[in-house]
């Protein structure tokens, strides 16, 4: 009877060990504002974005505010570029209002173009690297009147982590290696109560 609870217990510790661990959302933040312009710009607008994939990477969603710009807002988007530079529209919001926008952008509505990603992983790549930017564009400033850079070693971004709820899939070699850890230690575990049973019998 021992022997049979042991297995069992072991068996189910290994079922949750080798389960899949729950994705979280990420949650990117950036300031935007005309210092972060390529060449800068002296505005007095300034807003502040968040930026999040979704937990299944299929969507990427936005909050977008800001104040005081030198008109109405003309377009808004995620480029792809680093801080120091001009790129294509790799995200473009559907609408941008005169303090803000949010809205949602789907991997299936990702067509690519030229100078940017091939495919959706790349774009979610780019986001994560920091190797994209907000923007926010006006009749006076067509190219981009304030603008901020996602994620980043840079300081200009930053990403939420999970809650205490939330555990984020253990990816490459890394996850492999912790789950075979587990095992082994069960399969330790299982070794000695076995060990044990037996001796009590003895």
């Not at 510790?13 to 990420?26: D, F, G, N």
């Not at 926008?101 to 991997?107: L, R």
């Not at 173009?113 to 774009?123: H, I, N, R």
Request: glycine share 12%.
């Amino acid at each position: 009877m021992r022997r049979r609870w042991s297995a069992v217990l072991v068996a189910g510790m290994l079922s949750l060990a080798l389960a899949p661990a729950v994705l979280a959302a990420e949650t990117l933040t950036t300031e935007l504002s005309g210092d972060n312009a390529v060449p800068p710009i002296e505005v007095d607008g300034s807003g502040e974005a968040t930026v999040t994939i979704s937990d299944d990477e299929q969507t990427v969603t936005w909050d977008v505010s800001y104040s005081d710009l030198t008109g109405a807002p003309a377009a808004g988007h995620i480029h792809l570029g680093a801080a120091d530079a001009n790129g294509p529209v790799m995200i473009p919001f559907a609408e941008v209002t005169e303090s803000g926008t949010t809205g949602s952008f789907a991997a299936a509505d990702y067509a690519g173009g030229e100078g940017l990603p091939d495919d959706w992983d790349g774009v979610l790549d780019a986001i994560r690297d920091g190797n994209s930017y907000v923007n926010i564009h006006t009749e006076a400033n067509p190219g981009g009147e304030i603008r901020g850079q996602l994620a980043g070693d840079d300081g200009a971004g930053a990403t939420t982590p999970p809650t205490d709820t939330e555990a984020i899939a253990p990816t490459g070699t890394g996850g492999s290696s912790t789950a075979v850890l587990l095992v082994a230690l069960m399969l330790g575990a299982l070794a000695g109560l076995t060990r044990f049973a037996v001796a009590r019998r003895r």
